[in-house]
């Protein structure tokens, strides 16, 4: 499948990123925020919050694999938030 990107303003509301899908997604995520403590959270579900999420560092890259059924979603402690993803179904 073909490489994909979008951003996506990330709220204090948890907002979904990626859709499940039945085959694996290879994702990088980048938090574009150039400020000190800008933090974007993320997991696998829509109860994620600011204490149960992973966090990525304001202009920091993650990179991951999302296994086939599951979902990625994010959350901010105030915002919104640019989070970029590029993302590939495997």
Known sequence: ????TKQVAVNTTAVKILEANSR???VILHN?????????????????TTSTGAHLDNASTYE???????ELWAIVDSGPRS???LWQVL
């Open 1 to 4: 499948m073909a490489l994909q």
């Open 24 to 26: 694996p997604q290879q």
């Open 32 to 48: 574009a925020e150039k400020s000190s403590n800008t933090f974007i959270w993320f997991g696998g579900n829509s109860s994620v």
């Open 64 to 70: 991951l694999t999302l296994f086939p059924g599951n």
């Open 83 to 85: 989070l970029h993803v």
